[in-house]
């Protein structure tokens, strides 16, 4: 059984449902119950159990099916009792105390009659309370699907990945080498297996047009490490993996839906990766999707066990034995770092060098490595935000019922004096509560079920697992509770108010209404606190909105407007194979066109970078001592144009010219403002550096401004850039970014830009057409995401705590409008009047901006690792948040305030 | 109430639920949740039976006599919980033989309009 079947989770989560199930069962009348309601049960939990074998899914549809299924056949039974009872009339009235569901029915009865009543009152609340639980909701499945389920293999907390850094020379992280893997192998005891991955691009060849795809070089120890075996075929075995061994595949579920439309006779086929014959002798289950959801193919991979210490870039992923901690695993591997010397070999590598290094190692979860820490607290921060606005959505509703209080005090009063206990009064109420909470929550999973699609479809690329986001089972179950709750919270809020005190009081006529005060310190509290969670919310959507600001101030280095960028896909075996020639027939090609201005290329796009490289080098004019840290830097490759159409401005020296990248001897290269600024003290030009182990001393002709290579969010980091016929062995050619700056807009020259290529290329795959604009907002996606829910989340609790803000306001100025006309008769002045009631609005709404204030402040550190460029305090956007709620309370108060100063003192005293 | 032998032909049509609760049946006695499973699989999926629509129709089937109790036990050895079981009374076997010979003649009628291919024909 696949993932080792439903599991303890599952078996919780079915007695949890049959839990709820057997409390709905008192829906049926007490006769139907008694005799079948023990089958009903063991039935629902037959068929749960059966339903969560084939997925949480089938279980979701299941239940639903039930839940419906109980609805209806209730009231069927309930009306059929009743006609059998009208036939045979009991000889005493119910006795209400043997029946304790049939006195719910009739109290949900009432609610029911209640809500329909008052439909304005009923629809306001429901669609308020919708939204909330639907926002919350909707991030939860999110949540539930990133954070909290467990990832899909067996003992998933046993997946760890190894990780090394060296800040010292500026590679803050890297992950494993043939060395490391071959330390770790050998000597740590703290893994029963460590395989190792290298995710990669390749052509694909099967159909008629090679595209590209997704895939990663594995070593077969992956199959142990993460305990999956293929639905089809078999799985890559240790021969697979030796050097001159058979070339075949094992394709994802994913790869073999999306390329093969699941053809049954798959195995045994010959596809060509990179024009590699390959056979396909196995297909990974559905849902597996490692390392990424894109990749397509597992290919074999073979490390070296005597490959050398200093080549990084594979990824270390190993399952902890039975019993080892990650502590313990953690300690083991740090301490194996003192035997890198022995491991390494090679000159210049001894514990003087690992430490000016600031040499380490560490072991994280799996589950935390895809996930990262930003995503992590942004998702929280963002579910956090919908629970706020779920909390005021509750506090509005919470108002709403105190208002209706004070028009049902008299029917209260009737309801006791002809003998309601208070129970009886308050199940009344906290049904009628319930109901509503329940309308709220059907009608928020609805906007959560569209909610969650939408996000999956917006949400940003970088947002791991996403594919995994659906409205499950553990969803529905958290959606009943929270509506339930909402309801209890909302409907029980106002209830010791309610029931205090003599209900009597309610029947007498006039103003001696002793509750009412109290009532109304309850409704300025829940207003308070409503101005105090939506500052806090507005707090946080100016930061992240100030933060985006800056982050779109930022000076990237290159000029994104009209540049357009289109991916050719040469392939790992093609893309050596005269670049200079290919990209100069393609530029040439795409020059001609109408509309286009200029046209470059490069192997790497600047803010989302993929294929860049670090390497170390030498200088030739400053040879470094013997255990020197060698300096590092990025580099990539380039053909004549990419400044000028990037708009990369030349500080220094001479532009690229077409000779310069033709011979077979590279000769010049090109360099960063901060590459000359941090290695040659500003003098670069004419300089001689050599790369890693190339054969080639390359001489520095030009120095370009730095490009933000990383993201807007990043450092900058010394750039070099390599012409088209560079020997580095490091670099990787296989794909390369066209860049064309057009008149226009740029999308409107995709077509034929794309069309051009065909015609020099026709049998390499294109990746699609994308301005560089889009390419930066890409960067920025999950900082405009996270802002964009809080935004909407702060704006419409803002909206909803003035509204509230305003009946308050106005209800008290009802009240007291016979004191206003008194005192207006006694000479007070309208505007007198106006301030004093102005006083008291705003007393109200500067305690709820004092401690929201005080809220924003304490939480300002969650927020903290999402802002860029401004501090979590920042003065500025907590005064100007201050201030909009200030003045938008002024607003909501002043209105009512008018209304009071213009009270006729005559008519007022004519109400009494 | 006077027990007096009903007319099978008086309690037809069936509901689609009841008479594939009653076929069943047919071959001997089941509990509630074999009685839900072997519908959804003799229907290929397409009649599926909720816990409320089974017990609805299995407490008026009692009623007219259709199904009786066959006793509790467990259903597979070794477990706690009781189920109950229930098998067709006699009635209840010419009651779905009724049924299923009025399906038969209307199909029938359906063949002579050549609305169905003929069996052996295609």
Redesign the interface.
Known sequence: MRGGGPGRRGRRLVAAGEAVYRALLRA?PRD?RS??AD??A???R??SR?ALEAGRRRLAAAWL??L???A???V??RVAARRAGALHPPLHPTTRRGDPMGVLIQDVRHGLRALVRRPGFAAAAALTLGLGIGGTVAIFAVVNAVLIRPLPYPDPEQLVVLEHHAPGLNLPDLENSAGTIRLYRTHARSFSSIAVVNAQERNLTGGDRPVRVSVAEVSPELFDVLRVQPALGRRLLPDDAQPGGPRVAVLTHAGWSARFGRAPDIIGRVVEFDGVPTEIVGVMPEGFAYPSDETVALLPLWVDPNGPFGTFGLTGLARLAPGVTLESAAREVEQLQARIPEIAGDGGINAGFLERAGWSASVTRLKEEIIGDDVATALWVVLATVGFLLLVACASVANLFLVRAEARRKELAVRSALGATRTRLAAGFLSESVILGLAGGALGVLLAAVGVRALVAAGPAQLPRLHEVSVDATVLLFALALSVLAGLAFGGLPLPRYLRGPLVEGLREGRGDTGSRERQVMRKGLIAAQIALSLMLLAGSGLLLRSFQRLRAVDPGFRPEGVLTLGISRGERDGRNDPTGFYRRVMDEVRGLPGVQTVGVTNALPVLPRGINGSSFDIESRPRAEDALPPVAMFAVVGPGYFETMGIRLLEGRPMEPRDHEGEIPRYVWVSRSFARDFMEGRALGERVRFGTDPDWLEIAGVVEDVRMFGLDQDIRPMAYLTLNTRTVNVNLSVGQLVVRTAGDPMVLAPSVAAAVRRVAPDVPLTAARTMKQVVAESMAQTSFTMIVLIVAGTVSLLLGLIGLYGVIGYVVTQRTREIGLRIALGAAPGEVRGMVLRQGMALSLVGVAIGLAGALALSRLLESLLFGISSRDPLTLAAVTLLLVAASALAVYLPARRASAVSPMDALRTE | MTPRRPDPYALLPLSPAVFHILLSLVDGER???AI??EVEARSGGEV?L???????A??RMLEQGVLEEAGERPAREGED?R??YYRLTALGREVVAAEAARLERLVELARAKNLLPRPGAA
């Open positions: 049926y139907f005799r079948f089958e009903m063991l039935a629902f037959d068929a059966a099916r039930f419906l299924d109980l209806a056949t209730a069927r039974e | 509990h509630g949740y839900m499973r599926r909720g816990p409320g629509t089974l017990y609805g299995i407490k919980e189920r109950r």
